[in-house]
């Protein structure tokens, strides 16, 4: 089958993210989405030095990629919402369908938009627009589509959370932070749509529609920045078992939703309190599934470019696919599984916590290393418990470095063969999870 | 458009969940699926007290209702292998969709169920199977599209997770905690499968196939449950920094797939090793994403109702829309989005931090108390920092309890209006997110 041809319409950060995955990722993608995906049309006015874009024909007139009959999908990655509003609008008009991380657009102007793709049956599609990689409009559009949702409470703001984590942490002022993050890029050099909450705004007006069935209401949202927060704000919360995040909160009462972004107090043992630097994380409560939350990465080229090659297959897989099968049952084409096999667990790398029972003597600890070394077996610490000896048994814990697990388990047997080691050795599997 | 007819096979705790569900959000769900979804059919052979069935026809042949015409989807809620088995097999036969919960009937016979289903040219949708009402399988199957998943982690038993925690928060035995758990219900009178980690072996199963594109091979997951954990390798895994969670990991490298559940020791800090008690998590790693993160009840009657609900819909949006808008742009139908106002900041309930710079000297505190207690609002807790006084500034911190904005904001103006007052009041909003 022919691939599905991509217009990717501004090259910058997202864009050439979204460039790069898709051709790094070409293969594994095709075997979700039962169809090649290629770029055939790039319209960027710079060279974005972190891509190779080779033959792709690459022009500075973004509607000749939007008006190009070979293409079916416009990818929208310009920002703002002018010269974006009319690519979107003439892409919809041109019968194409739209992907975008706009969140701009779609909270100021989603309602004609999304009109105007209903009228000509296309699909416009916005995950990348709120919590860059995480897919939070996919779950609460779909995945808790059984609930009534009673409210949604997220971190959408990375520069806000990276601010916000560092004066906590590390006692330093707003100010002092903000210079730092435009430095390292997380900041734009006007700051004001992150620090005063727009961006917020423009993310949480969306989420709140998704949950809520309501229509796109940016004008509605309240919305205070955490410019006036001090760091004698962020230490006395902590005093009183408290968090400062800024966070987007959107809650269905009776009277109406309320729909709104600022500096809040939450408890801090609470997940969401602990989501920290420029990471995103949203709450969801539904009455059906009680609490939810998603975490991942809010921003950046390629956790941005996910969100976006994730609605390109969506709208491949539905432009492809038997109705009755839109999407495959394990994700990949059914003819497409892998035969990569499952490996033996012998086989795994793993590191290792060891719990031991040592005679109280001299010299048992070098035996242990020994025969550790012996295997290759690196030792990370060691924990003596000489004040929890019993019958001349000391406990002592070793966390090794990670190895396979066949050496592991001959040294386990060599050192329990020792007679300075009481029993069988407890062990158990150490993952650092990054 | 005529409602599309469910036959829920199995009305015990998921089966009685996914009926009230379905009863309670009918318009809800009905808003997002663009048509009725009502249940046509029931087979049970016990009376669920948790349901009033009314007037729906009640069988105990759960054949009857797997072949009866009028029913478009089949729920199957039975579990097992053997009866669930032969539902799921008759009902493709059929030519009906299917929508299952049931994680050992899908990880042992998932391959041989997916061929007949695309045979046939059927959907068998399983959100339900995997950590209850997370929709990780949705997640990772379309929301991370664009990835090579490089590994999946996950606490993926509730029971397992509840026991863990207990032993390390009250320093209780295993066997202790196991027998609670079995008086509270979140244990099976047969613990095994949750103890001895068949049933996260199961989920990880079909997380590691959807993830990397391998068919299911349960025989090939290695599994070693949590019996033998002992209180002190809690404690002195606590020491060490570390947490000890029942992790199902699948991680994918160049020498094949890892597919592996046993206990883990993961850094305290990470946010899997502080999700608690009978709540699940999972992370997943992408090479475009990173890491992100997936929580919520993984268990209990309407978290689990809440999948197969989501499932349900996904079959109706996919058997009744337009192609093209599948699902629609705002999670509900266009025709059907609401006009409930989006209430004025000055209507929102929230509680309130604040901090004043008071005089130091008797009575501030008095007035103080005197003016919020005139507007209704209510003092959690009040610290004075006497130790923090700088030119006969004293700064005090309230905490209140929740209270309409518009209330607070008079409350504000007249504390600033006080003589022993100086400057302006910093006001917080503080949410539970409970």
Known sequence: MKPVNVGICGLGTVGGGTFNVLQRNAAEIARRAGRGIEVGHIASRHINPACD???????DDVFAVVNNPDIDIIVELIGGYT????????????????????????????NEIFQAASDKGVMVAFEASVAGGIPIIKAIREGLAANQIDWVAGIINGTGNFILTEMREKGRTFDDVLAEAQALGYAEADPTFDVEGTDAAHKLTILASIAFGIPLQFDKAYTEGITRLTTADVNYAETLGYRIKHLGIARRTEQGVELRVHPTL????????NVNGVMNAVMVQGDAVGPTLYYGAGAGAEPTASAVVADICDVVRTLTSDPNNRVPHLAFQANALSDHPVLPVDEVDTAYYLRLQAQDQPGVLAKVATILSERGINIESIMQMEAEAQGG???????????KEASMNVAIADIEDLEDIAGPIMRIRVEQLN
């Open 393 to 403: 048994l000391v406990p002592m814990i070793l966390l090794t470095h990670r190895v």
């Open 266 to 273: 939450i408890p801090a043992d609470r997940l969401l309190a």
């Open 83 to 110: 010269v974006a509003r009319e690519v979107v609008m003439q892409a919809i008009a041109n019968g194409k369908h739209v992907v975008t991380a706009n969140k701009a657009l779609i909270a100021v102007h989603g």
């Open 53 to 59: 874009v080779g033959d792709t024909p690459v022009t």
